[in-house]
């Protein structure tokens, strides 16, 4: 028996339902809606983690510990009123990689002659650079590596009229020890003033004339550049 069906309605397996005017299904459009829907909801959700996703300030750690109560290498002026009590002179300490100069004072008696005046300056160098430095130069780096107890004496015959002669023989100091003895001298009345001192041991050996260049005050691991001594 042929059953004619009415406009809108399509067979199916399930039974009969009803068309829309595009050929959909209301079953199927319901499904569509619902997809949507579920689509919908999607959005605030991704937009909150999207939101979660930005990039914060990053910081950075600034804490190093307490700031140094010294610079490395920089001393606070020297007391003036020191130079009342004797000779203000300049030695020179090590300070990292480096020969650096430090105030002092020497005693030198009044009245003594210019023959002996020169070897009393030494010893009193010599003195100030075996001292270990004060608490406040070792906190900002200073060190010697001049020993105690080395002595200083004239020229003997023969000599050159200003040349000097240490306990230890030059060659027997450490490089850094050397370097600062030599640039100490070299800068003050126990030389000449034109950047070098000629310098013995004790023995016979004749005594050289070393020099206090720039490289030797930047890199006193290296031994002063030293020439025989004329004179005499």
Known sequence: M????????RAGGGGLRRVTRRGRTVAGRRRGRTGTGRRLLLVPVLALLLAGCGIRATEVPTDFGPAPSRARCSLAEPDVSQ???????????LCGSS??????????????????????VAQGLL???ATPP????????YRTDVRRGLRVTGPRIGDPDDALRISTAPGSLTTYALAQIVCTFSDSAAAEGDGSVILGGPGDEAPRRYE???????RPAKEPPSTEATGG
């Open 2 to 9: 042929n059953v004619r069906l009415l406009p809108g309605l």
């Open 83 to 93: 130079a009342s009590r004797g000779l203000p002179v300049q030695v020179f300490l």
């Open 99 to 120: 020969l650096v100069t430090v105030d002092r004072i020497v005693r030198v008696p009044d009245g003594t002659a210019d023959s002996a005046r020169r070897a009393l």
């Open 127 to 129: 003195d100030q650079l």
């Open 134 to 141: 004060s608490a406040t130069e070792r906190d900002a780096g």
């Open 212 to 218: 206090c260049t720039d490289e030797v005050r930047a």
